[in-house]
């Protein structure tokens, strides 16, 4: 029977802010759309680094040094991968969370109780779609961690080059998303046991609804990578979906545009968006439902040092089955628009 996590604790604190004065939302509100910019100008920092060391060196401006020498000292010290912050989860990340959950509206359902899931063996998240970012991961992620995980988030090479967001992704527990650093995750114990992977990953960002708004694009036809690590190192899958995490934005960006090409060339995403009030690359997120759901878990034989290509095929349309299933089970619970809605892989060269 699937969980609506109704018992746990963060729940019944969002419950009882929810329920109460609504201006009692305002810090949490607040904390969503701090944590919420910077997530989605994160990429920009690259792009303001010429700007900021103009104006530290001709016009010496304080904040503009400042900035740089932060920028300059974080890129200096090492990171260490994968590393939890509990201080960080418990003074930003949770009060954040509540705002978002609170704003949207968000929920989460588990298929599967958090508290089923085995500490001897290990899981990776799968989660749909990717969207701006992967707006629905500290909802789950806040329910895992209750059951004493420390989840973590498998994020793409070149965002830990990027100074300071590689700072705030390091106590956010995220590794990189190589195949090495990976199959390394999935062999951790408890309490890290538990990997999220975006499967879609920048080529999803670019997918939103079929033409006819009646099918929900999203990248996993083509990408089996996930199930030949899960084939090699024995973990099981969860399958994951976000509804609702392609109605916050509207998208200008789409496929086929030039900031896909771009992307694609550069290998990092390049994205225009408009936001609740049409404003370019805007922090005001529409205010849609979402709901989080995980479903219950992929199982995969022992371990394989070589799986063959017959038994990836297999597992993947296990997986794409999950998926649909996933959608289909749950899309009627955002309304009747959603009831009409069905799941659609690419079908396009999905490489980026």
């Given at each position: 029977m699937p969980s609506d996590q109704k018992s746990s604790e963060f729940h019944q604190r969002l419950l009882s802010i929810r329920n109460g004065s609504k201006i009692w939302w305002t810090p949490y509100l607040c904390a969503f759309l701090v944590l919420h910019t910077f997530f989605i100008y994160a990429n920009f920092i690259p792009m303001l680094s010429p700007i900021l060391l103009y104006f530290a060196i001709v016009h010496k401006s304080i904040i503009a040094i400042i900035a740089v020498i932060l920028c300059v000292v974080d890129l200096l010290m090492p990171l260490k991968l994968p590393y939890y912050s509990h201080t960080f989860h418990e003074w930003i990340i949770t009060p954040a969370l509540i705002g978002k959950m609170l704003y949207f509206p968000m929920d989460v359902v588990f298929e599967v109780d958090p508290s089923k899931l085995s500490k001897e063996k290990n899981y990776m998240v799968c989660i749909?779609?990717?969207?701006?970012?992967?707006?629905?991961?500290?909802?789950?992620?806040?329910?895992?961690?209750?059951?004493?995980?420390?989840?973590?988030?498998?994020?793409?090479?070149?965002?830990?080059?990027?100074?300071?967001?590689?700072?705030?992704?390091?106590?956010?527990?995220?590794?990189?998303?190589?195949?090495?650093?990976?199959?390394?995750?999935?062999?951790?114990?408890?309490?890290?046991?538990?990997?999220?992977?975006?499967?879609?990953?920048?080529?999803?960002?670019?997918?939103?609804?079929?033409?006819?708004?009646?099918?929900?694009?999203?990248?996993?036809?083509?990408?089996?990578?996930?199930?030949?690590?899960?084939?090699?190192?024995?973990?099981?899958i969860l399958p994951c979906y976000t509804f609702g995490a392609n109605q916050f934005i509207t998208r200008i960006s789409k496929r086929g545009s030039i900031f896909e090409k771009v992307s694609r060339k550069i290998r990092a995403s390049i994205f225009l968006w408009l936001d609740a009030f049409y404003i370019?690359?805007?922090?005001?997120?529409?205010?849609?439902?979402?709901?989080?759901?995980?479903?219950?878990?992929?199982?995969?034989?022992?371990?394989?040092?070589?799986?063959?290509?017959?038994?990836?095929?297999?597992?993947?349309?296990?997986?794409?089955?999950?998926?649909?299933?996933?959608?289909?089970?749950?899309?009627?619970?955002?309304?009747p628009k959603w009831s009409a809605k069905n799941l659609v892989f690419e079908d396009f060269d999905s490489k980026i």
């Open positions: 749909h779609p990717h969207s701006l970012y992967g707006i629905g991961y500290e909802a789950y992620a806040q329910y895992l961690i209750e059951q004493g995980f420390e989840p973590l988030l498998a994020g793409a090479d070149v965002v830990f080059q990027i100074p300071l967001v590689r700072r705030l992704l390091q106590v956010h527990g995220a590794t990189r998303v190589t195949k090495t650093e990976i199959k390394r995750s999935l062999a951790r114990k408890f309490p890290q046991n538990i990997v999220t992977l975006a499967v879609g990953g920048i080529a999803e960002m670019f997918c939103e609804e079929t033409p006819d708004g009646k099918g929900e694009i999203i990248v996993a036809k083509r990408r089996k990578g996930h199930i030949k690590l899960a084939l090699e190192t024995g973990a099981s370019p690359f805007g922090f005001i997120p529409k205010q849609v439902p979402m709901l989080v759901v995980v479903g219950a878990p992929i199982e995969f034989p022992d371990k394989m040092d070589t799986p063959s290509q017959r038994q990836i095929d297999e597992y993947h349309e296990k997986y794409l089955t999950s998926m649909t299933a996933l959608f289909d089970k749950y899309k009627s619970r955002l309304g």
